[in-house]
């Protein structure tokens, strides 16, 4: 529901911003413009960034479709040797062809990685790390959302395992090959909806009470305070962080939903595309001079406010050393 109001406060405010200069007397021609203007005041920022990767190696997991697959796209356009890592294997080399085709970019790679499972986020990073020497961008961009009660193959809930642990034990596990490739960047997709979580440490696996809507907040908090600890703990390395909310996107994150599929076809002029949806990532991974801003938060390709508790640095520390205790990981 967090979600839905956030969908609906957006066009109120779309409404409120154009409607001055909506003439009434043009009913016949009233709603061919509101759905344009629509379209731009919903498409959000734009990666303004003219910079080229040839040479640079970016992993994105989840790319095997919507805002990471776009996000592969460009990067792959620009040069880089792109990583897809996701799940299922079949969609993502589907994707990669599609891709390949598309840049007439041959290096872009497909290697499985299912982040419910600790055993093949070791395996994939084991592979990754003996195939490659560098690497210069590492985007967290898979995740889950409004799953009904369900546990990972390690026993954690499934948003906290998938959006939030797994990507921690990713990050540790690549990071030393990332600080050996300076400058290097790691994005980390969150989302708006964090306003709404809360790191509940007495009940983080759910099991004592458990909304779908609210375990996808918290697990979106959980990615805000991540990127706030890890850019402290990187200081100085050469390689930061930044957290991204993509916008209100239309991609199969919300299959989970009835009501929320059906919002999204109802409103469907007023949802971003993937491609837009994939241009606050992009921004992060590539505008120059954005090192000063590591651990800061972005949304339409500029740095936004977040909820008080992601800007809780005790809480980030605690939930840092709970993550590593459950996941079994020592990282000073």
């Keep these: 529901m967090l979600v839905v109001l956030g969908l609906l406060t957006s066009f109120l405010s779309f409404l409120y911003v154009i409607a001055p200069s909506i003439r ?5 021609d009233l709603w061919e413009p509101l759905e344009i203007k629509a379209r731009k005041f919903f498409a959000g920022g734009v990666c303004r960034s003219n910079v080229q990767l040839p040479g640079k190696v970016v992993v994105i997991t989840g790319a095997n479709t919507g805002i990471g697959k776009e996000t592969a796209r460009e990067l792959a356009r ?35 990685l299912d982040l419910s499972d600790t055993k093949s986020i070791r395996a994939f990073a084991e592979g990754f790390l003996a195939e490659e020497k560098q690497l210069h961008i590492l985007i967290n961009n898979a995740g889950v959302m409004m799953c009904p009660y369900s546990k990972t193959a390690d026993g954690f ?3 906290l ?41 007495h009940d983080l696996q759910g099991e004592k009470r458990y909304s779908r809507g609210f375990a996808y907040c918290h697990s979106k908090l959980a990615n805000v305070l991540f990127t706030r600890e890890l850019a402290r703990r990187l200081q100085g390395t050469g390689v930061t962080t930044y957290a991204v909310h993509p916008g209100v996107v239309s991609s199969e994150l919300i299959r989970h939903s009835f009501l929320l599929c059906l919002l999204w076809r109802i409103f469907s002029p007023f949802v971003k595309s993937a491609r837009e949806g994939a241009q606050t990532s992009l921004h992060c991974a590539l505008a120059e001079g954005l090192e000063p801003l590591s651990g800061k938060y972005f949304s339409d390709c500029k740095r936004t406010w977040v909820s008080p ?3 809780d640095n005790e809480t980030a520390e605690r939930l840092w050393n709970v993550s590593c205790e459950l996941l079994g990981i020592q990282w000073e």
Excluded at 161 to 186: C, I, M
């Design 157 to 159: 809930e499934t948003h």
């Design 309 to 311: 508790r992601a800007r």
């Design 161 to 201: 395992g998938v959006n939030h642990l797994g990507h921690f034990l990713l990050t540790h596990l690549l990071l030393e090959r990332l600080k050996e490739s300076t400058p290097s960047r790691v994005v980390n997709l969150s989302s708006v909806v964090h306003h709404a979580g809360k790191i509940r440490f």
């Design 78 to 112: 620009r040069g880089a040797r792109v990583y897809i890592a996701c799940r299922d294997v079949l969609k993502g080399e589907s994707a990669a062809s599609e891709i390949r085709a598309d840049t007439k970019n041959s290096q872009v790679l497909v290697r499985k």
């Design 24 to 28: 009434l007397e043009e009913e016949a």
